[in-house]
């Protein structure tokens, strides 16, 4: 079982979203983030779907994800070089005493408190899923009260376009 | 000039070259059944349970090659559609399957006989579309169609809400689709195909598993240039039965859980597969960890995704049958395996799948090849679902290309009778025997009525043993004779037909065999055969379930303690 990054360009229409996560219900894949939103290209949407899974089902899946008529292209990015990202709010408890030392957290972490309550702050976090993590990690101390997190965005660093179709499938064997 | 949208339906079908429609009405589509009548070239004849309308359409599909259109209500209409549309998903059946809908302000709001089918039917079918606005029925019907018989073929489903059926629209029919995510691959890459010459002319014991791919790309030339060029065996699966003649030297019939015993020594001893428009099913290669084990797999299929699916391959070609075969044909050596062919003829000698014992009781495999032998060959067989279509595909000979119509992938029992009545409609001048059990007749018996109604004159054979026969089959070998809700108290078929108003017979001793087949041929409308056979013959050969290939069971009588002991393992893994 390895994590997998796969990166769709789909169109932008009802039940899309529905067909994807279907063929990973089906085999019992549990996604463990999946983020949707326009693309470059006009009534196209680009997604990013994270799963855990074994290398062969994945590519499998991968597969079907690519039979389906509104997905224009998927690929899995999991050995490109990448950039991911996502975004968090942290709704963390404070008290006069532990105010100062969160906003210093806030601060190693280049993250932003974007609300004060008055015994609550909410910080904005934005980073690869490790980031987010040390950053929650450190502010469990102090007690968190909410979480929510988008999701892994992600793309391959460099070039101009997005990602090849495709890496180790036979088909890209035969090219 | 405007056309309300049960118009643009018909003006579409028309358009799209749709003959015949299998369907029901109902409440929302009621529009569109209105609108029918105008339409003379449309065909439209009224099943008597939606699931018969799915199968007979796949049953006019299979046997004319063309798109099977079937038409069915919303609600409970839509649902009944389900098995059948599974049903030609899995076997790759061009389909469109049109449903009524709820008017677009009730949906999503459990109205009156509605029902989310494009959701119900996303996993099993190519693509469907629910239709929201009269202007795009056009688009929607032109990609329907081509999505349905390109690339891979299978079914799609088309939602149309009442209201949309009614509303107004200018109709201009696109010429041509834009589908840009959708580009199935045709050619076979040429250096895969040149690598899999290489493979071809090295190989000492090469051996061709055909599959239905070859019958759908109508590759039937193509093969057997193939096979007669590098003198290559042939085994198909069950459905890739009929895609080459049995009666050639060098075909040695289905391989899998009821193959031929010499067929599945052939694979099971091959160092090269050449899997043809085939999908490695698990009834096909029995364990898989020790499918071929001495053999390297080149992979010939327009599908992708089955790949690697479940066989490792060697050399995968994505492409049709018939375009890849062509650009492979002339890079195949001509070519003599004597010694391998002379293996599998004396395997053949050795080990006959096909002989018929003798019996005081009218015995199934003796009933087949006697409609064997009176229609000369020349009949489309359509089974049911268990032992009478294991007995069908082994003890008929299928030399005719696409004569053999079953359920494959699926499984549908109840499948026998609707799509013998389609294929009858899509092929009214050629004889079509229905093979049923009597289990799986009960489960769509009503379309009888149907064909007699059309006048569609389906000879129908059942092969009647009172039991769920192969699960009873199961049951006395892995499970120790318990037949639990096994046996079948059939009715009086004979007065069920009657009833019906066919003409029908009950025979029950071997001499009767001949003249009641020969008066079903003779009679000018549907016929059906009661024959009561042994109640307990078994289908023989077979590969335990979860054993490999080549422990395959010949003589039940000897081996089937054995089979049992080392089935009982692995019994729970199926």
Known sequence: MTKHTLVALVEDKPGVLNQMASLFRRRGFNIESIAVGHSEVPHLSRTTIVVNGATTTVEQVRKQLDKLVDVVKVSDITDEEIISRELALIKVKTTAASRSEIIEIVDIFRANIVDVGANSVTIEVTG???????LLKLLRGFGIKEITRTGCIAMTRGGTGPPPKEKKSPEAKEK | MKLTGAQMVCESLVKEGVEVIFGILGGALLPLYDTLPHYPKLRHILVRHEQGAAHAAEGYARATGKVGVCLATSGPGASNLVTGIANAHLDSSPMVAITGQVARPFIGKDAFQEIDITGITQPITKHNYLVLDVASIPKTFKEAFHLARTGRPGPI????PRDVQIDQAEFHYPSKVNLPSYKPTLEGHPAQIKKAAKLINESQRPIIIAGRGVIISTAYAELKELV?????????????ISCFPESHALSYGMIGMHG???????VDAADLIIAIGMRFDDRATAKVSAFAPHARVIHIDIDPAEIGKNVRVDVPIVGDAKAVLQKLNKQVATGQHLDWVQQLDDWRREHPSLVIRDSQGLLPQYVIRQIYEVTKGEAIIVTGVGQNQMWAAQHYWYDKPNSFISSGGLGTMGFEL???????????DKTVWCIAGDGGLQMTIQELATIVQEKAAVKIAIMDNGYLGMVRQWQELFYGKRYVATPV??????????AYGLSALKVERKEDVIPAIKKAMADPGPFLIDFK??????VYPM????????????????????ATDSAKLSVSNI
Do not use: H, W
């Open chain 2, 533 to 538: 056979i042994e109640p307990e013959e078994n």
């Open chain 2, 260 to 266: 031929m015993a010499y067929a599945n020594f052939a």
């Open chain 2, 418 to 428: 609707p799509a013998a009545f389609g294929a009858k409609i899509g092929c009214p």
């Open chain 2, 228 to 240: 007669e060029e590098a003198q290559i065996p042939v085994v198909t699966t069950l459905l890739g």
């Open chain 2, 489 to 498: 108290t059939g009715p009086d078929f004979v007065k069920i037909a009657e």
């Open chain 1, 128 to 134: 690869d899923e490790d980031k987010v993590n040390s």
């Open chain 2, 157 to 160: 489903l088309i939602d149309l």
């Open chain 2, 543 to 562: 590969v335990p379930p979860g054993a490999a290939l080549s422990e395959v069971i010949e003589e039940p009588r000897k081996k089937a303690k054995a």
